[in-house]
């Protein structure tokens, strides 16, 4: 999991002049070639123990962010198999 970071890609709001503004960002898990690590994140999730450590990762750089920059909105994605999880 050492070789995944974060992304906050902005979601653009185009008012009806056609000006565009961020209106929040969507926080995306990359690897080191910029791709989402699909096999190695199900494995990851694979049990609701490994899910819970790695909420808890992503929880601590999610502060850091909003320490850095308090009045920002970051979406989330979450996989569906994660709903089976009844502490998600």
């Not at 694979?46 to 750089?61: F, L, R, V």
Request: charged share 25%; net charge negative; glycine share 2%.
């Amino acid at each position: 999991m050492c070789e995944w970071h974060d992304v906050f890609q902005p979601i653009f709001q185009v008012d009806k002049d056609l000006k565009p503004s961020v209106d929040h960002y969507e926080m995306l898990l990359r690897d080191q070639n910029g791709k989402f690590p699909i096999d190695d994140f199900f494995r990851v999730i694979g049990t609701e123990e490994d899910n819970q450590q790695w909420i808890q990762t992503e929880s601590q750089a999610l502060a850091k962010v909003f320490k850095a920059c308090p009045n920002i909105h970051v979406n989330l994605n979450v996989e569906p198999v994660q709903f089976a999880y009844p502490s998600v």
